[in-house]
């Protein structure tokens, strides 16, 4: 017997649950296929599809966290790119904060007017009532002679009526009195805002025996303007004014026998006609002289 007889006489003789026959039996008339497969190779196919089929499953699962992955990944580069426009607009905000108090600095230099913030304890605290008296307001003397120009820089910075209200005494001497009126008096009810003529720096708040609470604004190194007689001051040395802005209220304190604002405009130092700055002041008082 040859060596090939040998071989199939010890698969014949192979253990019925070592191996699988498998028949295919094509439509009538061909012959059958048989085949006889090993169980060591079944067994090694089905752990075979069973590793591939894991694999897709991995795979398909992989796929969907990468395009979830990659939608978010989209999101955080919109949100970024809004946040970077935000942040720029927030630093041209800051840049800007930054030029006005340069700016408020440098003002508060010209006039000679101490920065409140470089002192220590300031609370800048708005609205504030006034209480006692501190110290007392410096008048101004009267000019009656101004340059045009001057006039014209003036009513340029200087372009918002403090109060709403009937002037009640104008600029100039009162009379025989010999007492020379240094501003306007406009009437108006306790309480009612007092607001600035022009931008500027806060360079004084105290009390005066004759104008009682006593306000005034630095509007530049030449020009300022002086609110009397009020029940209450809104600001504090040192802060920023804008023009229109209310910075006192109306009232009665000092010499004084009902409520209204005195309201001065100085310029370099001097006392003058308000109605010079002001058309609305420009009417006749003639008839309170002596008054």
Do not use: C
Request: glycine residues 12%; hydrophobic residues 40%.
């Amino acid at each position: 017997m040859g060596l090939f007889g040998k071989r199939e006489q010890q698969a014949s003789h192979s253990s019925p649950g070592e191996t699988f026959d498998i028949t295919i039996s094509p439509s009538a008339g061909a012959r059958s296929l048989q085949f006889r497969i090993s169980r060591r190779w079944v067994v090694a196919g089905l752990v075979a599809a069973g590793v591939i089929v894991l694999t897709l499953i991995a795979t398909l699962l992989s796929a969907g966290y990468l395009l979830r992955q990659a939608g978010r990944v989209r999101e955080l580069r919109a949100e970024n790119v809004q946040l970077r426009s935000q942040l720029g607009r927030l630093n041209e905000l800051e840049s800007r904060i930054q030029q006005l108090d340069a700016t408020r600095r440098s003002l508060m230099r010209i006039v000679g007017v101490e920065d409140p913030e470089d002192r220590p304890g300031n609370d800048r605290v708005e609205g504030q009532k006034m209480e006692t008296p501190d110290f007392a307001y410096a008048r101004a003397e009267p000019d009656t002679v101004v340059q045009g120009e001057a006039t014209k820089a003036m009513a340029h910075a200087l372009r918002h009526v403090p109060l709403d209200g009937p002037l009640t005494r104008g600029f100039g001497r009162l009379g025989d009195s010999g007492i020379f009126h240094t501003g306007i008096d406009i009437a108006g009810e306790t309480g009612a805002a007092v607001h600035a003529a022009g931008e500027g720096v806060v360079s004084f708040v105290g009390w005066d025996e004759a104008f009682g609470w006593v306000l005034v604004i630095a509007h530049s190194a030449r020009l300022g303007t002086m609110y009397g007689h009020n029940s209450a001051i809104l600001v504090r040395v040192g802060d920023s004014i804008a023009a229109g802005q209310p910075v006192a209220e109306v009232g009665s304190t000092g010499l004084s026998s009902a409520p209204h604002l005195h309201f001065e405009v100085h310029w370099v130092g001097k006392a003058i006609d308000p109605a010079l700055v002001f058309p609305a002041f420009q009417q006749d008082l003639s008839f309170l002289e002596g008054t």
